[in-house]
Structures are given as C-alpha cells and as structure tokens.
C-alpha cells in the first residue's frame, strides 16, 4: 500500500507542477489582454488630459497636440493588426490550456476517488505511464 501511496504523491506533484505551469501561461495571456486594454484607454484619454493639463494654464510643448493626434492616428491603424495577430495566435492557445485545465481536473478527480486505476492496473488513465520525472 505505501507504494501506492507515493505514486499517488508523485502524480499529485506531477498534476500540481502541470496546473502551475498552466495556469502560468492563462496569466500571461490575460496580462497581455490587459496590457492591450491599458493601451486603448490611455490612447482614448490622452486628448482629454492634455486638455485639462492646458486648462490649468501650462502652455509649453506646444508640439504636443500634434504629437498626440499622430500618436492616436498610427495607433488606431496599427492596432487592428497587433490584436488580430494576438488573437489569432492566441486563442488556440487558450482553448488547448482550457481543455488541459478540463484534463488535469479529471485526473484529480480520479486520484481523489481512490486512484483505483493504480491499483488495479498500475498505470494511469488515458495511457501513458506512471513516469512523473517531468
């Protein structure tokens, strides 16, 4: 029984490291989702606050203006391109971590049950081996 109780650890390790390293890669695509966002919205207040920075009277660099018009302008034609370029890489990638996320819920699930497959079989379900060395 004490040899199935460290396979048991082992593929709780194992699972834990995989659900790490998943929800490690859901992270940085939602960081950069968010990322994209900040973006939008600081390019959508820019004109506004400058606005109210020359309400207060501040005169200088009067280039800014400008600068921000163009700044808004190559922005909005670039960033359809950058986000569908994202997206189109990305959401694949999502829907793989999903289903993964989905499949390491299950094996918990069945470890939790009991692992009978281990004792039963020595193996654990949806093939593979007991291999937990990474």
Request: no cysteine; hydrophobic share 40%.
């Amino acid at each position: 029984m004490a040899h199935v109780d460290r396979e048991r650890e082992a593929l709780y390790a194992r699972l834990r490291s995989i659900e790490s390293d998943l929800s490690s890669a859901s992270a940085a695509i939602s960081d950069i989702e968010g990322k994209l966002a900040y973006i939008d919205s600081a390019m959508a207040s820019l004109p506004s606050r400058l606005t109210a920075v020359r309400g207060r009277g501040y005169a200088a660099m009067g280039h800014l203006e400008k600068s921000i018009d163009l700044l808004t302008k190559k922005w909005m034609e670039a960033s359809p391109t950058i986000k569908q370029a994202f997206y189109s890489n990305v959401q694949p990638l999502a829907a793989q971590i999903r289903v993964l996320q989905s499949d390491a819920n299950r094996l918990r699930a069945e470890i939790n049950r009991g692992g009978g497959f281990l004792l039963e079989f020595g193996k654990p379900p949806f093939g593979g081996s007991l291999n937990v060395e990474g």
